[in-house]
């Protein structure tokens, strides 16, 4: 019986040795790390807008509910246009006459300067009248009565006006069109790009005011971080850094730590609270549930305190169990499980170890949990 035990001892023994030098291991080592202050911000969408009316009306039309996709260019919203339609009939019916009277005025003058007008006083037929034409005007003219070459220029110069006159008036009824398909364009708000109707602030058949707005709209396939980073902090950010921690507001069963990059600093900070508008960009298609509107964090260095070197491991060698966390240390081929207290997050890989190692501990990477395993005290 006793042998037995001794053989099972032993099986024991060398399974648990052959697990040992079976399993990844990592060295402890420290490293310095920044002093961080976490700022709390909102996801908003990489482009948003507010489409207002432009002009007094009803609205008729509203392509759909709060979260449906449309396309660029897909008319959002339409108020009636009734009213501007037969506007517009009316205002090309005076193009219409405007155009007639300046074809009008054309031929006048045409007909004018070829065939023009030899006495205006009036005349008989046959030869009386060729004596007026051949000696009563030349006798007029010399007389100094009338001129026959100013009463031409005369004649020429009111076709011309008439011209003129009819051409600003087709001018006026073009403007005239032109200002009601402007106002036929405003009566319908289109999708500036690609996105989703994030609010209807109004319903089909309310009646708007020039202003007044009408729905929000968004892309929200791509999302960012808005923060307000107090101006000190700002010096240790630059366009393009990556790797900068964010936690967001999501389920227990979802990773809450993701990697964020800086996209924009604003120029000008706030005089009245004397922070400066930050924006980080999210990945995309993250396996996250993320909302505009949402509730997430970002952790800033302070570039203007010191370092402080503490033991650094890979996020993958820590245990979980319940609210405690340890990690399985190996020691002469022996296998414990000790508490630790952990940091914050380096990257997305390693994060900081407070208390319960020191640098040179050797722990094991995705370790194999074993549920009888005694904890063992801190050194």
Do not use: C
Not at 54 to 65: D, K, Y
């Amino acid at each position: 019986m006793f042998k037995q035990f001794i053989k099972i001892i032993t099986i024991i023994g060398l399974y648990q040795s052959s697990l040992v030098h079976a399993t990844e291991t990592y060295t402890v080592r420290d490293n310095p790390i920044s002093a961080i202050v976490t700022l709390g911000g909102t996801i908003v969408p990489f482009k948003e807008v507010t489409l207002a009316a432009q002009l007094p009306g009803r609205v008729a039309e509203i392509a759909g509910e709060e979260g449906e996709w449309f396309k660029e260019n897909t008319v959002l919203i339409a108020l009636d246009d009734t009213e501007l339609l037969a506007q517009r009939r009316s205002a090309e019916a005076d193009w219409l006459n405007a155009n007639a009277a300046a074809r009008n005025a054309a031929m006048q003058y045409e007909r004018e300067l070829w065939s023009p007008s030899k006495d205006k006083a009036p005349g008989g037929m046959g030869v009386p009248n060729l004596f007026d034409q051949f000696f009563t005007k030349p006798a007029r003219d010399f007389a100094g009565q009338t001129d026959e070459t100013m009463d031409r220029r005369a004649d020429l110069h009111s076709f011309g006006t008439q011209i003129d006159q009819s051409r600003s008036a087709l001018l006026q009824a073009r403007s005239r069109i032109e200002q009601i398909d402007a106002k036929l364009r405003d009566a319908v708000g289109q999708a500036p790009f690609d996105g989703v109707i994030t609010q209807k602030l109004v319903e089909v058949g309310d009646t708007v005011q020039p202003g007044q707005p009408l729905l929000e709209f968004a892309d929200t396939k791509y999302l960012q971080i808005k923060l307000e980073i107090p101006a000190r902090l700002v010096t240790g950010l630059q366009v393009g850094m990556e790797n900068i921690i964010a936690k967001l507001d999501v389920p227990s069963n979802q990773p809450d730590t993701i990697p964020v990059r800086v996209a924009q600093i604003f120029p000008v900070a706030d005089p009245q609270r004397h922070t400066v508008t930050v924006k980080f960009d999210l990945p995309t298609n993250m396996p996250i549930s993320t909302y505009p509107g949402q509730y997430a964090e970002v952790l800033i260095n302070d570039v203007n305190i010191a370092a402080q070197s503490l033991p650094v491991i890979p996020l993958s060698a820590v245990v979980t169990r319940g609210s405690l966390q340890s990690v399985y240390v190996i020691n002469n081929d022996s296998r414990e499980l000790r508490l630790v207290r952990i940091g914050r997050e380096i990257d997305a890989t390693y994060v900081s170890v407070l208390s319960g190692l020191k640098v040179g501990d050797v722990i094991e990477v995705n370790p194999q949990v074993n549920n009888n395993a005694n904890w063992a005290p801190a050194p």
